[in-house]
């Protein structure tokens, strides 16, 4: 009898050891079990990825809503897993297994996306890297034709602007001087913009989308692109000439 009653005693104190190292402070206890399933926010804009947890541990099931905060398309790729191509405004879910303790590297696949900032590295089992706090500045290069100045003339002409990837197609591009309206339509499937370098930038427009505006412009030539990164430099540029 007072055998079973020691071996009683034992157990309990046994169990109490067990109850007090999971819960002593210090103990390394994670608040995240290692097969738990976590979900994460994912916030995609021009050029950044925010999300609202950055590592996990080994062996986490992560279901990543991504958003799309920005004004132009993006998408987000980790672990070999990819979010389709989100329009403005859209959102999508990624589920991804982590099984390998590591730094996992993820970014945008569009074009210069990754380059432009949009890209980041994921902790699995390991201490976040350090979030730096950068300031980055686009330059767009382009061989600008100066703009003589002089005298703005007295004509008035419309001009039909279509975007395409990556092209303007206008309805001339021999134009009186005077006062000009660009009527422009985006007919691609890509956000696109109209800027008449040194003079006007038009809004960033969705595909589908117009806006009209008039500027006045003085005898010269002028040369015509897409503000949105990289656009450029695939092709979409063209001229215009304005005449006495």
Same mark, same amino acid.
């Given at each position: ?27 390394? %206890?994670?608040?995240?079990? $290692?097969? @738990? ?6 916030? $995609?804009?021009?050029?950044? !990825? ?16 991504? #958003?799309?905060?920005? &004004? ?26 982590? &099984? ?15 380059? %432009?900032?949009? &890209?980041?590295?994921? %902790? ?27 005298? #703005? ?30 009527? #422009? ?11 008449? @370098?040194?003079? &006007?930038?038009? $809004? ?14 003085? $005898? ?9 990164? !990289?656009?450029?430099?695939?092709g979409m540029t063209s001229s215009m000439t304005i005449t006495p």
């Open positions: 009898m007072r055998r079973a009653v020691s071996l009683f005693v034992l157990g309990v104190l046994a169990l109490a050891g067990l109850i007090a190292g999971v819960y002593a402070p210090g103990s390394g %206890a994670t608040p995240v079990k $290692a097969d @738990a399933t976590v979900k994460i926010t994912v916030k $995609a804009s021009e050029f950044k !990825f925010a999300l609202s947890r950055r590592s996990v541990p080994v062996g986490s099931t992560v279901v990543f809503t991504v #958003i799309n905060s920005g &004004k132009i398309s993006h998408d987000f790729k980790i672990n070999g897993k990819k979010t389709p191509t989100l329009a403005p405004g859209k959102k999508a879910t990624l589920k991804v297994v982590f &099984k390998k303790k590591g730094k996992i590297a993820y970014l945008c696949t569009l074009l210069g996306h990754a380059g %432009a900032g949009m &890209k980041g590295v994921f %902790a699995v089992g390991v201490a976040p890297p350090k979030v730096t706090t950068t300031t980055r500045t686009t330059t767009t290069t382009t061989t600008t034709t100066t703009n003589p100045g002089g005298p #703005i003339g007295t004509a008035n002409t419309t001009v039909q602007v279509g975007m395409f990837e990556y092209r303007f197609d206008m309805s001339q591009q021999t134009i009186p001087s005077g006062q000009v309206t660009f009527v #422009i339509t985006n007919k691609g499937g890509e956000v696109h913009n109209f800027a008449i @370098a040194g003079s &006007k930038s038009g $809004a960033l427009l969705a595909p589908g989308a117009s806006e009209t505006w008039t500027v006045g412009l003085p $005898a010269g030539g002028y040369n015509i692109v897409c503000d949105v990164p !990289f656009h450029a430099e695939r």
